[in-house]
Antibody
Framework: EVQLVESGGVVVQPGGSLRLSCAAS????????MHWVRQAPGKGLEWVSL????????YYADSVKGRFTISRDNSKNSLYLQMNSLRTEDTALYYC????????????WGQGTLVTVSS | QSALTQPASVSGSPGQSITISCTGT?????????VSWYQQHPGKAPKLMIY???NRPSGVPDRFSGSKSGNTASLTISGLQAEDEADYYC????????????FGGGTKLTVL
């Protein structure tokens, strides 16, 4: 059974930093592209970032480019999102999701971890 | 990146059919067959329902179908059931800036 478990979401002040983690199991992690997708409270889904199976390619939404960094550790079956210079508009539930390739759909999603940026 | 355009809400009675539209541009929906649809029940994670415009993952009922014409993709649910009541999001690969993905704003389906 595929499992994606996000962690690391907390309340943080504007301008602060945070690192999210996603622990994967039930599939061959290093065969998959991984994504972060977020959902602000009561709002729709917003794609944030993706990383290729080997970490060699990364892409970001314009809204987070230069502030967020996606990475992965295939030896630990883990995905990460380093979030710097946080803004109130970054407040959201952050999901990790897997995909068979860069242009493939998001097959499975975790349950999300909540990041709240507030003073 | 701009979100794809979906109706905010649709409704139908059990047994009826409904269609949700998803309008983009030639840089996303119209340019690629990488359109997918996700179902999200309240408090739950999204679930993949349709990929590559019209393909269903294993386990998704054949009541769900997808299509595309030009810059608009559509999700049709036939034989509506109470458990279909949920939010539905379309998504498309896009080349509008750096390669990435874009979502629609979501459609709330109410089964009357």
């Amino acid at each position: 059974e595929v499992q994606l478990v996000e962690s690391g979401g907390v309340v943080v002040q504007p301008g602060g930093s945070l690192r999210l983690s996603c622990a994967a199991s039930g599939f061959t992690f290093d065969d998959y592209t991984m994504h972060w997708v977020r959902q602000a409270p009561g709002k729709g889904l917003e794609w944030v970032s993706l990383i290729s199976w080997d970490g060699g390619s990364t892409y970001y939404a314009d809204s987070v480019k230069g502030r967020f960094t996606i990475s992965r550790d295939n030896s630990k079956n883990s995905l990460y999102l380093q979030m710097n210079s946080l803004r109130t508009e970054d407040t959201a539930l952050y999901y990790c999701a897997n995909a068979r390739g860069v242009v493939e759909p998001f097959d499975y999603w975790g349950q999300g971890t909540l990041v709240t940026v507030s003073s | 990146q701009s979100a794809l355009t979906q109706p905010a809400s649709v409704s139908g009675s059990p047994g009826q059919s409904i269609t949700i539209s998803c309008t983009g541009t030639s840089s996303d929906v119209g340019g690629y067959n990488y359109v997918s649809w996700y179902q999200q029940h309240p408090g739950k994670a999204p679930k993949l329902m349709i990929y590559e415009v019209s393909n269903r993952p294993s386990g998704v009922p054949d009541r769900f179908s997808g299509s595309k014409s030009g810059n608009t993709a559509s999700l049709t649910i036939s034989g509506l059931q109470a458990e279909d009541e949920a939010d539905y999001y379309c998504s498309s690969y896009t080349s509008s800036s750096t390669p990435n993905w874009v979502f629609g704003g979501g459609t709330k389906l109410t089964v009357l």
